[in-house]
């Protein structure tokens, strides 16, 4: 079953050579208790670690059921002492922060056997050697004869073919001495038992052979056997330890260490404290930032016109005459830099869908005005009469287009419909003074200032009689109903073939192509930054403009103004470049004359900017459509400026996290140091090298995830100190905020350099000598 060929192992240390094993030769039968005698330093040891797979030899052979060793790979090796051999330590080699029973398992787990079948294994073995009722218990609790039936049924439990004791009762009395040989004599009835000792009376009361060394050679075999066994069908079973199973072994450790992990987890945690008090007060001041930007947004919107300024031009025209003099008395007729800068978009149905495919993660509200009339009438005190939404007074919005007595239904303001037909905008930047918002393209609000005053002439020309500072009921205000009125119906055409407005009111009013426009609500804005967004007084939906160009492009009057070369309002001729002005007026504008795009932030307004001028590429300069961005000045100066600043910050913390990396480091290898004998016992069993490593890997995964939650922890507590005195001092409430991503982040960063910072001492300790770690104290 066993055979030793020729096995030699010598030591060199400097000029001396000392023979362990000096051709040794020896065959061992299938089930004996062989008994190994001599001297200290005789060999015996290095001959059992040999066989045990702890050791190498230098030359010859170590066949096992028939198959030489000489090209066992460590992995071989360690599947063997797995498989194979169990291992009686004289000082037991218990793992002293694991339960016996997790004790006896660990040579299972490492085999890969399922949990209940090593859990029933393991009671089995602990019953055998009479611990039954210790099999929960902690080392520390029991005597130095439990602990070495505890190393037995460790060795028992996953049935070995050979059991090697190294003196298994050197550290015991009397008593306890022959009941473990009684127990080691019972298991070779079942085994080859192989044991080192320096006691001949028990050799000779319990050995069925006893073989005595001397200078690393055999002086005497009671029973040699010969063996001629081959085995070509002998084959090992690799071993692994899961990671979860370094995770428990780690952690029952740590637990024994509690004060020194806390303090290690919050040293390492300084540098996640740090950081994430910057990433909190950079989201907080972001947040603000974008809430301040989302309002100057509001305020000046990517704008496109029918008539724009080319802002490239205006700055090569400012350039070119920037500290340029030029000479002699002759003078030049040329534009100015505003009228060379004026740039006419021809804006058509294409570039109106080319808007609308913005994407929505870019612009959410975009707005669409036609400059058209709004023919509108309310009935005052039982009677229809004019009125308009200006916000100048009346007969100042009369006369308008050549004509005195037309009362043009203008002014007032436009807010925008989200593209999901929506009122986000309002939402965003109003809040609801009276009444509600609206919900329908028919639904007018009142604007207020953050003072709760409205526009005078507003009112005014709404049919209302008002005074200047007269306070109002909100009541007097919502629900008052504002009939807008169709060109066919609000316009006559003369035997002259122009067009005046009717003056049957009432009937105009009521009739079935007439619209009813409510006032639903008054709104207020919401902050100081977002006050102006909308002019104070009457406000409608830019929906509701396209509505009226629908319904009246096609009128009689628009009509007839559109094969004219004369104003049908006043019979005058049409002046140079007004045509448009007046068909648009007149509602026989097919595109908007004006587009507003509101981006959600800076960012996105990039997008926004960046996707228009596609548009442009590969054109000529006359079909170009420009753009007009207030923003972007803005935009310049503050983009990228919270970001810097928080990279700067995030350094400076960042040195903490490298000193923490070290410091995991120093600490690892003193685990190692102080775990050595533990390595030791985990090779004994057949824990590979990289289930070493992952031992404390999984301790420093522990450590780091520790860390990583405790520093989020209390960067997390350290905001809320800190948004109060950041409010007595800015003014800001509520500015450091951590996000819950950020946190994540962090606890996997300090997960990731714990781990690299303990990798390096734990492939160290995976390197250590199996025979020379069970000897450490």
């Known amino acids: 079953m066993l055979d030793l060929k020729n096995i030699k192992k010598y030591y060199t240390v400097g000029d001396t050579t000392t023979k362990a094993l000096d051709d040794v030769s020896i065959s061992f039968r299938e089930k004996e208790f062989v008994s190994i005698l001599g001297a200290s330093g005789s060999g015996k040891t290095t001959m059992l670690n040999m066989i045990g797979g702890l050791d190498r030899y230098d030359s010859g052979d170590l066949v096992i059921n028939g198959q030489s060793t000489k090209t066992f790979k460590d992995s071989d090796w360690d599947a063997y002492r797995n498989n194979s051999v169990g291992f009686i ?38 019953v055998r050697v009479g611990l039954e009722k210790h099999m929960n218990k902690k080392p520390a609790q029991l005597s130095g004869g439990q602990l070495q039936r505890v190393a037995i049924a460790r060795a028992l439990a996953n049935d070995p073919e050979i059991l090697l004791a190294d003196e298994p009762t050197g550290a015991l009395d009397t008593e306890t001495s022959h009941e473990i040989m009684d127990l080691i004599k019972e298991l070779a009835k079942d085994r080859l038992v192989i044991m080192v000792t320096h006691n001949p009376e028990l050799a000779e009361e319990y050995s069925d052979r006893i073989i005595r060394f001397n200078d690393g050679v055999v002086l005497d075999d009671s029973d040699p056997y010969q063996s001629g066994e081959v085995n070509e069908d002998f084959e090992l079973k690799r071993t692994k330890m899961s990671f979860w199973t370094a995770l428990k072994l780690s952690f029952t450790n740590i637990k024994t260490k509690k004060g020194r992990t806390f303090l290690t987890m ?74 060379s800068a004026q740039h006419i978009n021809k804006l058509d149905q294409k570039y109106v869908d080319y808007v609308q495919d913005i994407k929505k993660s870019a612009a ?134 122009t067009f005046v407005p009717a003056r049957d009111y009432a009937q105009m009013a009521n009739s079935s192509r007439a619209k009813t426009l409510t006032v639903t609500g008054i709104l207020r804005t919401k902050s100081k930054n977002s006050d102006g967004l909308l002019a104070n007084g009457v406000a ?102 919270m970001d810097a600043i928080t990279y700067v910050l995030i350094g400076f913390a960042a040195i903490s996290l490298v000193t923490s990396m070290i410091m995991i ?55 809320f100190p800190a948004n109060v005195v950041l409010e007595k001092v800015t003014d800001l409430s509520n500015v450091a905020q951590l996000n819950p991503w950020h946190a994540v982040l962090l606890i996997i960063i300090s997960t990731i350099l714990t781990v690299l910072g303990g990798h390096v001492p734990a492939r160290m300790g995976s390197k250590k000598d199996a025979a020379i770690a069970l000897r450490s104290e």
Do not use: C
């Open 540 to 641: 409608y939906n830019d929906r509701l403009t396209k509505e009226v160009v629908d319904q009246n492009k096609n009128s009689a009057i628009a009509t007839a103004q559109r094969a004219s070369q004369q104003n049908v309002l006043t019979g005058q001729p049409i002046k140079a470049g007004t045509q448009p002005d007046l068909m648009a007026y007149l509602g026989a504008a097919s595109v908007p004359s004006t587009i507003q795009i509101y981006p959600k932030s800076f960012k996105e307004k990039d997008q926004v900017t960046d996707y228009l001028d596609k548009y442009n590429h590969g054109k000529s300069a006359d079909d170009k459509i420009v753009y007009n961005d207030l923003a972007g000045n803005i935009s310049s100066l503050t983009g990228g400026l």
């Open 89 to 126: 330590f004289q000082n037991y080699n218990i793992i002293t922060h694991l339960s016996i029973i997790d004790n006896v398992t660990m040579g299972m787990t490492l085999s890969g056997v399922g949990s209940e079948e090593k859990i029933t294994k393991a009671k089995e073995a602990l």
């Open 665 to 719: 480091a120093i600490i690892t290898y003193t685990s190692v140091l102080e775990r050595t004998k533990e390595i030791g016992v985990l090779k004994a069993l057949g824990a590979r090298k990289k289930d070493i490593t992952r031992v404390f890997d999984a301790e420093t995964t522990i450590l780091g995830v520790g860390s990583g939650i405790l520093g989020v922890l209390i960067a997390w507590l350290i905001t």
């Open 266 to 339: 919050f040293a390492s945690s300084i540098g996640i404290i740090g950081i994430g008090i910057v990433l909190a007060l950079s989201n907080g001041f972001q947040k603000q930032i974008d809430s301040t930007q989302s309002e100057t947004l509001s305020q000046f919107p990517v704008t496109i016109s029918r008539v724009g300024l080319d802002s490239q031009a205006a700055m090569q025209s400012q350039a070119s005459g920037k500290n340029n003099f030029a000479k002699g008395q002759s003078v030049t007729a040329k534009k100015s830099a505003a009228e």
């Open 364 to 497: 959410k509200d975009l707005a669409f005005s036609y400059t058209t009339g709004f023919n509108l009438v309310r009935q005052v005190d039982g009677k229809y009469q004019p009125v308009t939404f200006s916000n100048q007074d009346q007969s100042q919005a009369q006369g308008q287009m050549g004509d005195p007595s037309a009362v043009v239904g203008v002014g007032g303001a436009v807010y925008p419909t989200d593209r999901q037909g929506k009122m986000s905008f309002l939402h965003r930047n109003y809040q609801v003074l009276a009444g509600k918002y609206p919900q329908k393209k028919t639904d007018l609000i009142l604007i207020a200032d953050q003072h709760n005053n409205v526009n005078l002439n507003a009112l005014k020309n709404l049919g209302f009689d008002v005074k200047n500072d007269q306070n109002l009921k909100a009541s007097k205000l919502i629900g008052t109903k504002v009939k807008l009125v169709a060109n066919d119906d609000f316009y006559q055409k003369l035997p002259t073939g």
